[in-house]
């Protein structure tokens, strides 16, 4: 929940022009809903993705203050992120409400990044894969190999959201590995073309190290990607 209109177009002006040359990596910038038509006219022919942060799973209806998928696209959006850690803890999101969320976003043809992730006590309790494998089955047991190719999954341990905790990048990779094998287990070779991310305190300075994991393909980024200098520095050593 961060940037202001001005601040918004100011930012997608600066991290353009820092990464325009960027061809070799995928690059999506998901934005609170009141400045998505920013980057909309700022980014929309750039080889920058326009990505929301949400979504209600409805076309239309009596569900005030709630986006639609069909809105988003309106957007410029071809991503959005379902399930974030923040929502599943302060808005009390569901799997099975996640779940429909993941459906609709891949129905009207946005790729949902699908977040999952442990809390401190899971991950002491030596209890996190075995719930992250949880998350993952319940989100995603009732897709088609075709719908299921087309998810981003974000691991995102929740003890190293804006904590300055990173895990380890064997941890992080044990975790991706872990998600990966789920996959497998719902869809066999599906889960060597799926996208698996890391999320957790990644910065510009640890981002080399993640991105040598063999199961981690990217990061999400939320902190260090307030500054588009950082932001940008951030993605060239992701190289």
């Known amino acids: 929940m961060f940037k202001t209109g ?18 070799d990596l995928d690059m999506v910038i998901c934005a609170p809903y009141t400045t998505l038509h920013i980057l909309k006219e700022e980014l929309e022919e750039s080889i920058i993705h326009i990505g929301a942060q949400n979504m209600y799973p409805e076309e239309t209806g009596a569900f005030t203050g709630e ?21 599943r ?11 429909k969320k993941v459906k609709m976003a891949l129905d009207k043809g946005l790729i949902p990044i699908l977040c999952v992730g442990e809390n401190l006590a899971l991950r002491e309790g030596g209890k996190a894969l075995a719930f992250v494998r949880g998350q993952v089955e319940k989100n995603l047991m009732d897709l088609s190999p075709n719908e299921l190719r087309k998810i981003v999954i974000a691991y995102e341990p929740i003890w190293a959201i804006g904590t300055g905790k990173t895990a380890s990048s064997q941890d992080a990779q044990e975790t991706c590995a872990a998600i990966r094998t789920t996959i497998a287990g719902i869809s066999g070779s599906v889960a060597q073309e799926i996208r698996i991310l890391y999320g957790g305190s990644v910065k510009s300075s640890n981002i080399a190290e993640l991105m040598a994991q063999p199961d981690i393909d990217g990061a999400l980024v939320g902190g260090a990607s307030l500054d588009p200098q950082g932001f940008a520095e951030l993605i060239h050593n992701a190289r």
């Open 6 to 23: 001005q601040e918004a177009r100011d930012f997608a002006i600066s991290i353009h022009d820092k990464v325009e040359t960027v061809t």
């Open 89 to 99: 803890e302060h808005m009390k999101e569901d799997d099975e409400f996640i779940a």
């Open 67 to 87: 986006i639609s998928p069909l809105m988003l696209l309106d957007m410029a959006c071809t991503y959005v992120i379902i399930g974030h850690s923040e929502r």
